[in-house]
């Protein structure tokens, strides 16, 4: 582990140990200047391996596709290439041996056996220590990226740290008094900042084509509300590189033009999407994309690669929310989508760059990103409002209007405290009537099959209703999502003893289903929120260690989270 004093001084002086060890020689090509981003990044597993790779991933020869993804080859990849080629016509062949002679495929974890009878609580503090990873060096071709600091994993198939996960995850660390590990893993996205240009999805070679939800602001800000607003003077550097990632390009767009992550809407505002570099499949879910690829013949395959893995970007991979048929995963055209979560993520971006840049004694840069941060909110209130419907909602590019759909993502302007106070009543009304259900709040109320839909809860998305709710007086019905998706982690608990990524929140007791892969246990963002629920439901004199069997007459009030509220 670095030290405080050398933790922040850049990515040159950890590439130069990383070169200089050879565990990663794609490192040592690094800028020469630490406030450079790498200017050659290390290439994921699909082009160090080209035909090869591909040719593994359609044999099938692993249930989950991430699985040769993560492996490590034993030599040179152009060497196992080389091979491969002059091996793989002969008729003794055999793909499933060549695997193993030349990869290092990625051990199962020891399965962890909590101790009997504990409570939720205990359960989740004893977990912390299994989840947390250290990798300060990785091997040449590995797609693990090392970083300089310890971080908290999600759990299961979920090997690296991911990026909009670990705020959640962070949230629960500060309720169990783990501030050092908050400030390691702030301090690793700071130097991915550096040394990418980006926080990238996961600490993978394959995740570095694309972002997350841009929480490295909330992260930022979170760890300055224990150690002060030096914090921020501190991570302004890094703020500002990741917000001129999501803003590249806006100054040269015409009204009706976009550009990678940027939107220029007809009357001059700027709003933003989700985008990924690429336009293949993505290499932890290979199959599945090329299949759903051929699945709608009429659309260039490229096409629907990038929006498969914009989808990724946004962390609801995959939802209706961004399908033009809910049962049809090929009509995905998530880049034609302007949504109203990143957005909201990139207001509070702005909110927190002024304020950090007043903390660092620059008060004309604060005014400027002050009204960056109106400028959009007016654009949200204008294009991401269905007034017709009574509530937040996506924009369509292709058809110029905002879509009607209610999700989950709707009470991001409320979280973010953008709302106009009118509407965030009208949100109030309509999570109550269609997206509250006995087990919490549900992620849209389609049913496609896919996991970011009905019937699946997202613990952060219960998260944000919460506390987006009570930012506007909403206590009542934030109250139902905390007390009702905190009785379904309690439940399935006290069953399974474990904490799983999604939940079933049409009643209480069961784990989600859906998506791409098998239900994941662990795990980081949901233990983050359970103890953050927690501690909203019983008086901070006398914590719960479990969820009440009645539900406790102190009723939490909004006195901390009241802030001045936005009006159009």
Known sequence: ????????????????????????????SLSANAEEPMTNPPQPPDILLGPLFNDVQNAKLFPDQKTFADAVPNNDPLTI???????????????????????????????????AGQSLREHIDGLWPVLTRSTESAGKWDSLLPLPEPYVVPGGRFREIYYWDSYFTMLGLAESGHWDKIADMVANFAWEID???????????????????????????????????????????????????????VDTLQPGQQHKRVVKLDDGAVLNRYWDERDTPRPESWVEDIATAKSNPNRPATEIYRDLRSAAASGWDFSSRWMDDPQQLGTIRTTSIVPVDLNSLLYKMEKILARASKAAGDDAQASHYDRLANERQKAIEHYLWN??????????????????????????????????????????????????QPGGLATTSVKSGQQWDAPNGWAPLQWVATEGLQN??????????????????????????????????????????????????????TNGVT??????????????????????????????????QATP
Not at 83 to 91: F, V
Not at 541 to 546: A, H, I, N, R, V
């Open 472 to 525: 506007y007086g909403q206590e009542k019905v934030a109250m139902e999502v905390t007390w009702r998706f905190l009785t379904n982690v309690q439940h399935t608990y006290d069953r399974e003893q474990k904490l799983v990524e999604k939940y079933d929140v049409s009643s209480t007791g069961t784990g989600g289903g859906g998506g791409e892969y098998p239900l994941q246990d662990g795990f980081g963002w």
């Open 387 to 436: 007034d017709k419907e009574g509530w937040y909602a996506d924009y369509d590019l292709k058809s110029k209007q905002v879509r009607n759909p209610l999700t989950a993502a709707a009470l991001f302007p409320l979280y973010v405290n953008a709302a106009a106070k009118d509407r965030a009543h009208k949100m109030a009304v309509a999570t109550q009537a269609h997206l509250l």
């Open 531 to 564: 103890l953050k629920m927690l501690d909203l439901i019983c008086p901070q004199e006398k914590p719960c260690d479990s969820v009440p069997s009645t539900r406790p007459a102190v009723q939490p009030t909004s006195a901390e989270n009241a802030q001045t």
């Open 195 to 249: 040394a990418f240009g980006h926080i990238p999805n996961g600490n993978r070679t394959y995740y570095l084509s694309r972002s997350q939800p841009p929480f490295f602001s909330l992260m930022v800000e979170l760890l300055a509300q224990h150690e002060g607003d030096d914090t921020l003077k501190k991570y302004l550097p890094q703020l500002q590189k990741e917000y001129s990632y999501w803003m590249e390009g």
């Open 1 to 28: 582990m670095l030290t405080p004093a050398v933790r922040h001084t850049g990515a040159l002086s950890w590439a130069i140990k990383l070169a200089l060890t050879g565990t990663l020689l794609t490192f040592a």
């Open 81 to 115: 290439l080389a091979d491969y080629r002059m091996q793989k016509n002969q008729s003794s062949f055999d793909l499933r041996h060549f695997v193993n002679v030349n990869f290092t495929l990625p051990k199962e974890g020891e399965k962890y056996v909590p101790p």
